[in-house]
Nanobody
């Protein structure tokens, strides 16, 4: 089992940056692909980015491409989401999720382990 805790959210002005962290506890975290999802009020949870278990492959939603970067440090059991050029529409609760698979997927149903989320608010 893996437990995930997100941090790094907050209030930022449009155009600013934030770096989210997803700290994992448990064994063999380096055998899990990890994804970031987000959910805004009234909206469904949507895929943002994901990274494979050794960090060699990343996937991004179209809305994140060119602005967000997902990375991981398996020595620290942590996955990061660096978000640049933030927009008000990026406002949401951001969740990290993990599953024991080699390659990441964009489907929320594929992930067995979830954190509780961290709020990101982008003001205009």
């Amino acid at each position: 089992h893996v437990q995930l805790v997100e941090s790094g959210g907050g209030l930022v002005q449009a155009g600013g940056s934030l770096r989210l962290s997803c700290a994992a506890s448990g064994r063999a975290f380096d055998m899990y692909s990890v994804a970031w999802f987000r959910q805004a009020p009234g909206n469904e949870r949507e895929f943002v980015a994901a990274v494979s278990w050794i960090g060699s492959r990343a996937e991004y939603a179209d809305s994140a491409k060119g602005r967000f970067t997902v990375s991981r440090d398996n020595a620290k059991n942590t996955v990061y989401l660096l978000m640049n050029s933030l927009r008000p529409e990026d406002t949401a609760v951001y969740y990290c999720a993990a599953d024991r698979q080699v390659s990441p997927t964009v489907l929320a149903s594929s992930y067995d382990y979830w954190g509780r989320g961290t709020q990101v608010t982008v003001s205009s």
